[in-house]
């Protein structure tokens, strides 16, 4: 709903089925009872845990919000943004896990940063993919992220080297909105610029960096799925 | 946000300022906030009464939504809702301020009941409301609550007593919408057939109740405050 979009990864997504008021409903009473039932659980590491992310994420996607039409925005910047809005909730997910087994002050650490990671790389491939792969393949608009006013790694990368893509991105930020075919050529200029291979570059080195920190002492089992789902995470093709 | 209007309570609403996504963010960043804050707090007890409040909030603006249009509606259904979606909230603020100022479990019930009491007759008066006052007396569109399928205490009334309007909202209900002049015709007939007398004289019950409730041994200052309060929820003007 927030990103207005009714398809979601290749499937209808809940407001373009049963509309904005059932889907905020429905999501407010999700995360309420998810949280009734940590309380009932009672750990109160794990509800202090929970209640960091999802406020992180909160301001993560209000700090995604304020940076509409950044046109200066950083590479810096922009993995700040790719922390804060997807990245910890990666980093909660996998901290959770390890806290959940009961693992070492330590491994809970190392697992977070490896969800950290991981998450990073899930981000960064998937602001690639938006410039990168056919709609019907990617089960939503494509080149959405630009019509948003999101600026993203592929784009800043690009921009940096084409002053003619960097006037257009001015223009369709001034306009607010794309003309007939600014979508079709921006696609095409980001990628010749190869904006989208250091996005996933970037994906990658962050992928490695998720398996270097899997501990040697895990079950063999263990480490390797969870570093096919990092590598899963840097090479999926959707 | 969820009733999709432009106002609230007289002052422009959230998303008719901001829009739709800057509003669903920052709303989920204050709910979010509030629990890491409860959190940190500690006090277990508190977590449990907020998140059973905000979970039975959320289920009950669901139920709301599923009963759009819904012609059947009985009365004590209707109150049920009210309960459920409104004064479940009320409920908690009062039960939370006497569990925070250290009452007795039995201070802290009745003060709960008071509270839900106030919040019924809280959401009557809003309902009677509705069909009531002018549109720059509210603060907001009048007649909205049939326009979005809200079958209210009101309109149950009247239409028990008319069958004209029950055709009436028959017709609105299977067109979805308003045609122009019904807003002003339901209103009017609502009004005749005493709909909204009905809903006040409840709303002056349910009040009455929520002062009977309060606590002979309080303190006269807060006792008067909290009687005061319950006189304007039932007799408010807007």
Redesign the interface.
Known sequence: ??D?SDQRRGSPSANGVWG???S???G??L???A??M???D?D?AM??LM??V??A???G??LQ?SRTFHLEMTESECLEVIERKTAVLFKAASEVGAHAADQSAETVATMAEYGMCLGVAFQLMDDALDYLVEAEQAGKPVGHDLEEGKITLPLIHAMQRDAVLAAKVEEISERGCYEEGDREWVRERVTAQDGTGCAMDRAKDYAERAKRLLPETAEVEVRNLLAELADFSAHRPY
């Open positions: 709903m927030v207005s904005n008021q059932a905020v409903l429905v407010d009473y995360f309420s009872r949280f009734q940590m309380v009932s009672g109160m509800l202090k209640s960091d999802t406020n994420l909160a301001e996607e209000v919000l």
